[in-house]
Structures are given as structure tokens and as C-alpha cells.
């Protein structure tokens, strides 16, 4: 009797041993939500997870959803823990506004400013089109119903060009993916997406040739821009081998690619994750060449709107890149 007791108690501890040690490894697996395959935050969070994964034995997994919206939403509820975003869409998310008016995203936290991202409308290099004013009663992309950030991007970049709604024929579509498919296939004449976008490529040798628009940068286009969002700013982008539809110095839309996390994840998570992507840059970079433009020495300061999680806020301390915000 007392020997099957003790079977019985080797057999109780050796469960609450596995259970307590599968509790464990589930709640070390991690997700990053993204947009679908071919778009450059599916690609950096892919190059983030391998990073992850081979570097600091973090176990990443992307997911797919269907737009930012769908990202943010998922990263609030904790259904993942880390996504790539606009700035901008971060913040409106987190107050409420814009797109996401039906409720705050209250759980979402900035965990590193990544890089600067310009995005460009491009069109097939034979189109007659070179500006963006040339688009003026042309085909161009709209509604953006799976990937609401469109709508605010293209109509930035539209009024660098003194050009509204009013101004174009819109082709509605659901989102990047199939924008740019539809352009390939000449049902619009006009499309955007990120410059280093692997979509872009793609494109580019189906029709032979695609090329960006260049953006205004006068004090009239930056206000312009600023009443859309108000993390919006200009840079040129030079020519590059990975930079399709790029073929000489280039006036762009930029706003900062950050990496949004919920705030119930540990602040040793999101330091060793921030850590990690900031201390193996040229590793990322043989993944993906637009890591070279990663913040690494990049002193970070609060944006308005969005907290920084505390976790984060740990690592840039350390390294002397915070900045309290006056």
C-alpha cells in the first residue's frame, strides 16, 4: 500500500513537472504580427524572428494578418506580443483616432525606433507619368479597407502634388498586395508601397519597369503633410541595387518604422529582444540590405502620443541613446 502511495505521489510530481515545464516553453514562444508575404515589414519581421532565434534563442514566430489595423489589434489583446508599424498609425491607434475611433488601443507601447521608411507612389516606367501632378485623372489606388494606412499615405502624398480625392479616378483596393498586382496587371495607373518593398520587384520585371514619384518638399507640401499625420517628414533616397523603381536621387514621404509590443510583456523580454535586433545589424543586413539603415547609434526620445515600454527604456539607458522628452 504505501509503496503504490509513493508510485502514486512519483507519478503526481512527475505531471506537475511536465505541466509546469510545458507552461514554461509555451509562454517563451513568441509572435510578431505582420502583413502579408512580400511586403517589407513581413520581411523585417522575418529577418527579426531568424535574428531572434539564432542569436539570443528567442522563439519569434510571424504572423500574418491582413493590414495594420489587424496587427494593432492583435498586439492590444496580446494575441502577439511585437509588430512592426508607422509611428504615426501607432499613436492614432493607441489614442483612438483616425481608424481606429471605436476604442483606444491602451496596451500598446513603443519598444524601439527602427529605421526611417520612405514610401513612394510608383507607376510603370512607360506611363507618361513623372510627377505627381501627372496623376491628375488617372487610375489610382483607393479605399484600402484591409490596410486603412494606405488612406492616409497616399493622401499625404497626393497633397505634395496640390492634389486631393477630387483630383483622380480611385480604383478601390483592400490592400498592398493586391494594389500592386492590380498595376502589374493595368488595371491602375498609380500605386504605393515601401522603397526595398520586394513586391516592387516583383512588378517592376513584369512590366518592365517601374518607377517612383518624387514628392514636393516645400513648406506648403510639409504643412500639407503634417495636417494628415503628425509624424510625417521628407528625405531623398539615392539609387541602390535592392531599391527598385529608384533610378536617381529621390525626394520621398518618410516616417519612422518603430517596433509596437503590449505592455504586459516582460521588461527582460522586450530588453533582450531590443538587445538583440540593435547589437546584430550586419547579421540582418545579409537578410535583408534596407537593416542598414537600422538606428543602432540613434539617441531615442518619447514620442508624443505613445510610451516607450519601461523594458526598452532599460537598454537605451544603458547605452547612454535616452532622451527624456522636455
Not at 505582420?34 to 522575418?46: A, F, I, K, L, R
Not at 489606388?141 to 497633397?159: C, D, E, K, Q, V
Amino acid at each position: 500500500m504505501k509503496k503504490s502511495l509513493l508510485t502514486v505521489a512519483a507519478i503526481g510530481a512527475t505531471i506537475a513537472t511536465l505541466t509546469m515545464m510545458s507552461g514554461h516553453a509555451s509562454a517563451q514562444i513568441m509572435s510578431i504580427a505582420s502583413p502579408p508575404q512580400g511586403s517589407v515589414w513581413n520581411t523585417m519581421s522575418n529577418g527579426f524572428a531568424n535574428i531572434g532565434r539564432s542569436k539570443a534563442g528567442i522563439n519569434l514566430v510571424v504572423q500574418p494578418y491582413s493590414g495594420n489595423r489587424a496587427m494593432m489589434d492583435a498586439v492590444n489583446q496580446g494575441l502577439a506580443e511585437f509588430a512592426i508599424n508607422d509611428v504615426n498609425d501607432a499613436i492614432v491607434a493607441h489614442q483612438g483616432e483616425a481608424d481606429y475611433k471605436d476604442r483606444k488601443r491602451s496596451n500598446l507601447r513603443v519598444a524601439m525606433r527602427i529605421s526611417p521608411q520612405p514610401i513612394g507612389i510608383f507607376v510603370r516606367k512607360d506611363s507618361g507619368i513623372n510627377s505627381i501632378e501627372d496623376l491628375k485623372g488617372k487610375r489610382v489606388a483607393s479605399g484600402w479597407n484591409a490596410f486603412p494606412i494606405g488612406r492616409p499615405h497616399m493622401t499625404a502624398m497626393l497633397a505634395t502634388g496640390g492634389l486631393t480625392w477630387d483630383d483622380v479616378r480611385k480604383v478601390p483596393v483592400p490592400d498592398l498586395i493586391r494594389a500592386a498586382d492590380n498595376l502589374s496587371s493595368g488595371r491602375l495607373d498609380a500605386t504605393y508601397f515601401a522603397v526595398g518593398g520586394p513586391k516592387v520587384a516583383e512588378v517592376d520585371a513584369s512590366v518592365d519597369g517601374v518607377k517612383f514619384l518624387p514628392v514636393s518638399t516645400d513648406q506648403t507640401s510639409l504643412d500639407a503633410v503634417l495636417k494628415v499625420r503628425p509624424a510625417f517628414y521628407f528625405t531623398t533616397v539615392n539609387p541602390a541595387p535592392h531599391l527598385v523603381g529608384v533610378e536617381a536621387p529621390t525626394a520621398m514621404l518618410t516616417w519612422d518604422n518603430v517596433l509596437i509590443v503590449n505592455n504586459r510583456v516582460s521588461d527582460d523580454a522586450v530588453y533582450k529582444m531590443v538587445k538583440t535586433i540593435l547589437e546584430n545589424r550586419d547579421a540582418l543586413v545579409k537578410i535583408f540590405p534596407g537593416f542598414r539603415a537600422l538606428a543602432v547609434d540613434t539617441v531615442n526620445t518619447p514620442y508624443p502620443g505613445i510610451d516607450y515600454h519601461p523594458g526598452a527604456i532599460r537598454y537605451f539607458k544603458e547605452k547612454g541613446l535616452w532622451q527624456d522628452q522636455n
